[in-house]
């Protein structure tokens, strides 16, 4: 090592240190004088050129040395509104995103409407990333809102004030080369899924129709019946619940074989078998409204067409008690004006009109319906209505079996298989042999919480309805007998009095002729 100190180095080294030294200061001098040269020039030129030149060449110096990577992602903008009315994709993207909650997310929504039976948790959207995967390809959304200020107008009381407008949206990124399969394939789906969403959250109504003042007002629907709770017998209600899984399924088959888009029920049994019940849980198996009609209020076939036209897709039309709730005409006459109620004009509501609405031309006015009617008498109908095509599905809702008891038992009792109370045999063996419904069994287990008091009142009642039968039973076999007795005894009594007659004819004719003779 060579000490610092200039004058213990050669002269050799010592020199070589001055001339750098030298070249330095130099230098320095050069740049320093270059510098301000340029700035000089700088300044000169920047008085010289316009401000939109010199922009313009500082972008092109920027892009050309600090050029930036390719960009292979692409972004698609979804705002709230177009326009002046809402964007259908943006609020199906709210649906959809709302549910997508993963353990990852650090903030969620909740909230609860006071038509909701319970509390929604949904993902807090706004400063969140959502990440999405769909077929392998990685999917990103993101929530935007910006607000823009803007001034009333002068005419305002508050013209210092500014109005804030408000900018909602979606943006989603992904690589550019699956456009089009995002597009075809992705979109939709999103669709499908709001939909379904919406579907399951669908508060569900009932509507009843007064068709002759044109007016109608409807309530929700909350009604507890579903299948797990009607009490019927467990291979009709799987066949019940198949065929409306398989009509849901097939709406590419209607529109194939070219047939509208619905579905016939008739359901028919003794009353309190449980027909209303079984409707309120196909509207809530399937999350259908219903349209309960009343054929008593129309006097016209374009008050049913009016009605038809009312009614959304994705519905249930109900007619209750259709033998006795209207007397319905044929196809030529109509009710007279002689027999028609006081102040209202004469029902012109014709069978050929509600044929009509089950499977004529006014049948295709809508998508996915189901259309019902009951009936405690099936033998009392129009054989018109009973033809196939028109009322596809017969359903008999008889007396109560020992397997809707056994559901009764679970819903009001909580008495299952597992667990069977020892009383239960004694009853389902009375239900064989008893006509009684299901009703009649509801309202005797709801009679005590205790299930021993309820079953043994239980059993009361149906030996007390079974001995009530047995005498209607005979009495009604003695008045038939007695009525036959009548029938053959008037029978033998108008016999010999034709035979009387037949005599005294005979002798008169003789008498004649012998007076004739003499």
């Not at 920027?62 to 930036?68: G, L, R, S, V």
């Not at 013209?159 to 992705?186: I, P, Q």
């Not at 409306?244 to 070219?258: C, M, P, T």
């Not at 819903?411 to 020892?422: D, M, R, T, W």
Request: charged share 30%; glycine share 4%.
């Amino acid at each position: 090592m060579f000490p610092l100190n200039p004058k213990h180095m050669p002269k050799s080294v010592a020199s070589l240190i001055s001339d750098y030294a030298s070249s330095l200061i130099s230098a320095y001098a050069s740049i320093t004088a270059l510098g301000m040269l340029f700035h000089a020039v700088v300044k000169e030129l920047k008085d010289l050129i316009p401000q939109w030149v010199r922009s313009y060449i500082y972008l092109k110096v920027q892009n050309y040395f600090f050029k930036p990577p390719p960009n292979d992602h692409l972004t698609l903008v979804i705002k709230q509104t177009s326009g002046i009315v809402l964007n259908e994709v943006y609020e199906k993207v709210d649906v959809y995103l709302g549910a997508k909650i993963s353990p990852s997310d650090t903030r969620l929504e909740l909230s609860k409407t006071y038509r909701q039976k319970t509390i929604s948790l949904a993902i807090e959207k706004r400063g969140q990333v959502v990440k999405d995967t769909f077929d392998d390809i990685e999917l990103q959304w993101c929530y935007i809102a910006k607000s823009n200020k803007s001034s009333k107008t002068n005419n305002s009381p508050a013209a210092d004030d500014e109005e804030v407008k408000h900018h909602c949206g979606f943006e989603l990124t992904f690589n550019k080369k699956h456009k089009s399969k995002e597009m075809d394939s992705y979109m939709p789906y999103v669709f499908a899924q709001a939909n379904s969403i919406r579907q399951r959250e669908k508060v569900l109504k009932l509507y009843c129709s007064a068709n002759y003042s044109s007016s109608r007002s409807s309530i929700d629907l909350v009604h507890p019946a579903t299948f797990d709770t009607v009490a019927m017998e467990p291979e009709l209600k799987k066949m019940i619940i198949d065929d409306l899984d398989r009509f849901l399924e097939r709406r590419e088959l209607y529109k194939k074989v070219g047939k509208a888009w619905k579905r016939g029920y008739l359901l028919y049994g003794p009353p309190g078998t449980g027909k209303s019940s079984l409707i309120a849980a196909i509207a809530n198996y399937l999350k259908f409204d219903i349209y309960d009609l009343e054929l008593s209020s129309m006097f016209s076939n374009s008050d049913l067409r009016r009605v038809l036209l009312s009614t959304t897709n994705r519905s249930i039309v109900v007619i209750e008690d259709i033998d006795c709730s209207v007397k319905i005409n044929n196809r030529e006459t109509a009710m007279s004006s002689k027999t028609a109620t006081p102040g209202y004009p004469a029902s012109k509501f014709t069978l050929s009109g509600l044929l009509n609405f089950i499977d004529g031309l006014w049948s295709c006015c809508g998508d996915e319906r189901i259309i019902i009617f009951t009936t405690n008498h099936k033998d009392k109908l129009d054989p018109a209505l009973l033809r196939p095509g028109r009322m596809d599905v017969h359903i008999h809702l008889s007396y109560c079996t020992p397997n809707g008891f056994r559901t009764l038992a679970s819903n009001y009792l909580g008495i299952h298989e597992s667990n069977p109370h020892h009383i239960c045999g004694e009853i389902e063996s009375l239900i064989e042999s008893t006509e009684v419904t299901p009703a009649a069994v509801a309202e005797a287990l709801m009679k005590s919480d205790d299930a021993d008091v309820v079953l043994e009142g239980l059993v009361k009642f149906l030996k007390e309805k079974k001995a009530a039968d047995d005498e209607l039973k005979k009495a009604k076999k003695a008045d038939e007998e007695r009525t036959k007795a009548a029938k053959e005894q008037g029978t033998n009594k108008a016999e010999r009095q034709e035979r009387d007659e037949d005599v005294s004819t005979n002798c008169e004719k003789n008498w004649q002729k012998r007076e004739a003779t003499f």
